[in-house]
Nanobody, 121 residues
Framework: QVQLVESGGGSVQAGGSLTLSCTAP????????MDWFRQAAGNQRELISS???????TYADSVKGRFTISKDKAKDTVYLQMNSLKPEDTAMYSC????WGGGSQACTHYWGQGTQVTVSS
Protein backbone atom coordinates (compact mmCIF):
# COMPACT_ATOMS: atom_id res chain seq x y z
CA GLN A 1 0.00 0.00 0.00
CA VAL A 2 1.14 3.49 -0.87
CA GLN A 3 -0.18 6.50 0.96
CA LEU A 4 -1.62 9.35 -1.03
CA VAL A 5 -2.28 12.76 0.40
CA GLU A 6 -5.47 14.74 -0.03
CA SER A 7 -5.37 18.40 0.90
CA GLY A 8 -7.08 21.72 0.31
CA GLY A 9 -10.24 21.21 2.29
CA GLY A 10 -11.58 23.78 4.67
CA SER A 11 -14.53 25.95 5.57
CA VAL A 12 -16.03 28.38 3.09
CA GLN A 13 -19.24 30.30 2.65
CA ALA A 14 -21.75 29.38 0.01
CA GLY A 15 -20.68 30.64 -3.38
CA GLY A 16 -17.02 30.29 -2.53
CA SER A 17 -14.33 28.14 -4.07
CA LEU A 18 -11.80 25.57 -2.99
CA THR A 19 -9.23 23.51 -4.83
CA LEU A 20 -8.52 20.04 -3.54
CA SER A 21 -5.28 18.23 -4.31
CA CYS A 22 -4.53 14.54 -4.35
CA THR A 23 -0.88 13.59 -4.56
CA ALA A 24 -0.18 9.92 -5.22
CA PRO A 25 3.46 8.88 -5.63
CA UNK A 26 3.82 6.83 -8.81
CA UNK A 27 0.45 7.97 -10.16
CA UNK A 28 1.93 9.04 -13.48
CA UNK A 29 4.43 6.23 -13.95
CA UNK A 30 1.68 3.66 -13.23
CA UNK A 31 -0.57 5.31 -15.84
CA UNK A 32 -3.39 5.69 -13.33
CA UNK A 33 -6.70 7.41 -13.60
CA MET A 34 -8.29 9.04 -10.55
CA ASP A 35 -11.70 9.16 -8.93
CA TRP A 36 -12.86 11.81 -6.50
CA PHE A 37 -15.51 10.78 -3.98
CA ARG A 38 -17.35 12.51 -1.20
CA GLN A 39 -19.31 11.27 1.75
CA ALA A 40 -21.55 13.45 3.83
CA ALA A 41 -22.50 12.43 7.33
CA GLY A 42 -25.20 9.77 7.20
CA ASN A 43 -24.99 9.44 3.42
CA GLN A 44 -23.47 6.92 1.07
CA ARG A 45 -20.20 7.66 -0.65
CA GLU A 46 -20.74 9.47 -3.94
CA LEU A 47 -18.47 9.36 -6.97
CA ILE A 48 -18.34 12.94 -8.16
CA SER A 49 -15.61 13.10 -10.77
CA SER A 50 -13.12 10.92 -12.61
CA UNK A 51 -10.20 11.43 -14.94
CA UNK A 52 -8.54 8.73 -17.01
CA UNK A 53 -4.89 8.40 -17.86
CA UNK A 54 -5.90 9.77 -21.28
CA UNK A 55 -7.48 12.87 -19.68
CA UNK A 56 -11.06 11.86 -20.29
CA UNK A 57 -13.19 13.38 -17.55
CA THR A 58 -16.60 12.67 -16.09
CA TYR A 59 -18.75 14.45 -13.52
CA ALA A 60 -21.77 13.64 -11.43
CA ASP A 61 -24.80 15.73 -12.24
CA SER A 62 -24.62 17.23 -8.76
CA VAL A 63 -21.30 18.95 -9.53
CA LYS A 64 -21.32 19.33 -13.30
CA GLY A 65 -20.56 22.87 -14.35
CA ARG A 66 -19.19 23.78 -10.93
CA PHE A 67 -16.30 21.36 -10.38
CA THR A 68 -13.31 20.74 -12.64
CA ILE A 69 -10.90 17.84 -12.40
CA SER A 70 -7.38 18.16 -13.76
CA LYS A 71 -3.94 16.75 -13.21
CA ASP A 72 -0.29 17.68 -13.14
CA LYS A 73 1.62 14.62 -14.27
CA ALA A 74 4.97 16.04 -13.22
CA LYS A 75 3.70 16.36 -9.65
CA ASP A 76 1.72 13.09 -9.54
CA THR A 77 -1.19 15.25 -8.48
CA VAL A 78 -4.84 15.47 -9.41
CA TYR A 79 -6.85 18.57 -8.59
CA LEU A 80 -10.53 19.19 -8.02
CA GLN A 81 -11.42 22.84 -8.52
CA MET A 82 -14.73 23.50 -6.80
CA ASN A 83 -16.62 26.69 -7.56
CA SER A 84 -20.04 28.00 -6.55
CA LEU A 85 -19.99 25.81 -3.50
CA LYS A 86 -23.27 24.99 -1.77
CA PRO A 87 -24.01 23.81 1.76
CA GLU A 88 -24.94 20.43 0.31
CA ASP A 89 -21.34 20.07 -0.90
CA THR A 90 -20.29 19.66 2.72
CA ALA A 91 -18.61 16.27 3.03
CA MET A 92 -15.40 14.37 3.46
CA TYR A 93 -13.69 14.29 0.08
CA SER A 94 -11.32 11.52 -0.93
CA CYS A 95 -9.47 10.42 -4.02
CA UNK A 96 -8.71 6.97 -5.33
CA UNK A 97 -6.43 6.05 -8.22
CA UNK A 98 -7.91 3.74 -10.83
CA UNK A 99 -6.82 1.70 -13.81
CA TRP A 100 -9.04 3.71 -16.16
CA GLY A 101 -7.09 4.31 -19.33
CA GLY A 102 -4.75 1.36 -19.02
CA GLY A 103 -3.18 1.78 -15.61
CA SER A 104 -1.29 -0.99 -13.88
CA GLN A 105 -2.59 -2.91 -10.89
CA ALA A 106 -0.33 -0.72 -8.77
CA CYS A 107 -3.03 1.94 -9.19
CA THR A 108 -5.24 -0.03 -6.82
CA HIS A 109 -2.72 -0.06 -4.00
CA TYR A 110 -3.17 3.41 -2.57
CA TRP A 111 -4.87 4.68 0.53
CA GLY A 112 -5.56 8.09 1.95
CA GLN A 113 -7.48 9.81 4.72
CA GLY A 114 -9.54 12.39 2.90
CA THR A 115 -10.04 16.10 3.41
CA GLN A 116 -13.07 17.78 4.94
CA VAL A 117 -15.02 20.46 3.10
CA THR A 118 -17.60 22.49 5.00
CA VAL A 119 -19.79 25.03 3.23
CA SER A 120 -21.87 27.40 5.34
CA SER A 121 -24.92 29.28 4.16
Amino acid sequence: QVQLVESGGGSVQAGGSLTLSCTAPGFTSNNCGMDWFRQAAGNQRELISSISSLDITTYADSVKGRFTISKDKAKDTVYLQMNSLKPEDTAMYSCKPTVWGGGSQACTHYWGQGTQVTVSS
